[in-house]
């Protein structure tokens, strides 16, 4: 009977750390905008000196912090954080977590203390999302090349019922776009669904290319290919987006990926 239980047990905790490995993580998405060089480069400090070490001392790893690829017009000064977080759990646990760290409290003083009159930002904007089943967990993009010639795309999904979003998310999985996204090298990070956010329904996710020319082949190949052709007419998943909106952006020195 011992020998049954224990055998049992083994199980049980094999079927835990199978079920916790495949478990969909979570990710917070944080964009900063400044009205100044001074303010960006205070939060710019922030995060490479004080925030992410925290992170990873608790365990938080693969962080991205990105800013937007310069463009014609007058390129916005704005900073986007992508967190990882293994559970609600974890993610509703970090801020109270941080600030009872003391080495994030004196390595981050001059940003956490900036006075009313010289805020170290103009506003923070949070999403909050759940990775998809197809793709459960972040992959951090293995591109090598220059950090200021990669396109990291970031997209947003809306759509105009609840109805219409969740057939857009099983186009991805079930219908085989994540899959698609893959053989075509793609180098997807996440693919999620925003579960709290300022725009919803929605979802979200990030493809990363080496350069320009590079992101455009690569979308050339998904709109020529057989399945996108076959996939994109299928009645079940018309009329699926109300709204695509695209950023492209690029890593910074410090960011994980």
């Known amino acids: 009977m011992k020998k049954i239980t224990k055998v049992l047990c083994v199980c049980i905790l094999l079927a835990s750390i199978q079920s916790f490995s495949q478990a969909q993580e979570y990710y917070q998405l944080k964009v900063y905008s400044f009205e100044t060089d001074a303010q960006q ?18 365990d938080i790893q693969n962080v991205g912090v990105f800013k937007p690829r310069p463009t014609d017009s ?7 954080v992508l967190i990882p977080f293994n559970s609600l759990a974890q993610f509703s646990l970090i801020e109270n977590t941080l600030l009872k760290d003391q080495t994030h409290l004196a390595a981050g003083t001059a940003y956490l203390d900036a006075p009313h009159d010289k805020p170290a930002y103009a506003r923070i904007e949070s999403t909050l999302m759940k990775a998809f089943i197809d793709m459960p967990k972040m992959s951090a993009s293995k591109l090598d090349g220059p950090r200021k010639d990669r396109i990291y795309e970031l997209r947003s999904y809306e759509a105009a019922t609840e109805t219409l979003y969740k057939k857009k998310v099983d186009m991805f999985n079930a219908g085989g776009e994540v899959k698609l996204f893959d053989d075509l090298g793609f180098n997807a990070v996440f693919y999620a669904e925003v579960i709290s956010g300022s725009q919803m329904p929605n979802l979200m996710y990030m493809t990363t290319h080496a350069n320009q020319e590079t992101r455009d082949a690569n979308w050339k190949n998904f709109v020529d290919s057989e399945v996108w052709s076959k996939l994109k007419v299928m009645p079940k998943y018309q009329n699926t987006v109300s709204r695509n909106d695209t950023k492209f952006l690029y890593p910074t020195e410090y960011s994980d990926y």
């Open 41 to 58: 480069e205070l939060t710019d400090d922030y995060l490479e000196d004080a925030y992410l070490p925290a992170l990873k001392r608790f």
């Open 74 to 80: 007058v390129t916005p000064k704005m900073t986007y």
